[in-house]
């Protein structure tokens, strides 16, 4: 009975790192692709995370800082599909969109991040 209880709390943990990650690359996807119209850079991307980060924080509280966003945002760039065509892709068609399947935590995904080869990155 303990290892089944382990097991499903082992589980609970995987499913809720996968979700909240996968948040995080819909937030970047959202930045980029509705706010600076699908481009890299905007020159707007500051306030965009600024105003964003205050909405968001009186809402739901922190993890929500103009650096988690701007780390979000740099995560959908990374990780997108156009430059992860080798990656097991999950359809999310709730969003409607295939994204990433994400296997590791997200503080992993932030070093990752500051790689700039993507060989090396991957």
């Not at 509280?61 to 599909?81: A, C, H, P, T, V």
């Not at 409607?96 to 060989?119: A, D, M, Q, V």
Request: hydrophobic letters at 35%.
């Amino acid at each position: 009975v303990a290892t089944l209880i382990e097991s499903a709390r082992h589980a609970v943990l995987r499913t809720t790192n996968v979700t909240m990650i996968t948040t995080y690359f819909l937030i970047g996807r959202q930045i980029v692709e509705q706010e600076q119209s699908g481009k890299v850079r905007a020159e707007y991307a500051k306030s965009i995370l600024k105003n964003w980060s205050k909405t968001l924080k009186e809402r739901f509280g922190k993890g929500f800082s103009e650096d988690n966003l701007g780390n979000m945002r740099r995560f959908y760039l990374m990780y997108s599909i156009s430059e992860n065509t080798s990656r097991k892709l999950v359809d999310d068609s709730q969003n409607n969109l295939k994204i990433p399947e994400f296997k590791i935590g997200w503080s992993h995904y932030l070093l990752l991040c500051r790689i700039k080869n993507t060989e090396e990155r991957r």
